[in-house]
């Protein structure tokens, strides 16, 4: 991902990285998915591979099983959207099955 398109990319607020409080619906706090895209971003979205194995570790981590093939599109579908934190909140919610 060139530089330009890391400026591009919506940066995260205060009062969202402050917004822990997690509603039925959202599985992940939005400091973890602050976090997770920053590794993204961090890397260059490396290759989708990489990504899609940071996905899973990711939900791995929490608790959640997670199909490789699933991953590596989701991962695709978020370097598309320019690692922007909705899809990849999206994204994630799909992908995390319950162990």
Avoid: W
Avoid at 43 to 48: K, N, R, T, V
């Amino acid at each position: 991902m060139t530089a330009m398109n890391n400026q591009m990319n919506t940066k995260v607020t205060n009062d969202q990285v402050k917004n822990d409080v997690r509603n039925d619906k959202d599985r992940f706090t939005m400091t973890e998915l602050a976090s997770l895209r920053n590794d993204l971003l961090q890397g260059g979205m490396i290759d989708s591979y990489e990504a899609a194995e940071l996905l899973q570790v990711f939900l791995m981590g929490r608790g959640y099983g997670v199909s490789p093939k699933a991953a590596l599109d989701a991962a695709g579908r978020v370097e598309m959207a320019g690692c922007a934190l909705p899809v990849l909140m999206h994204e994630l919610e799909n992908l995390a099955m319950v162990m």
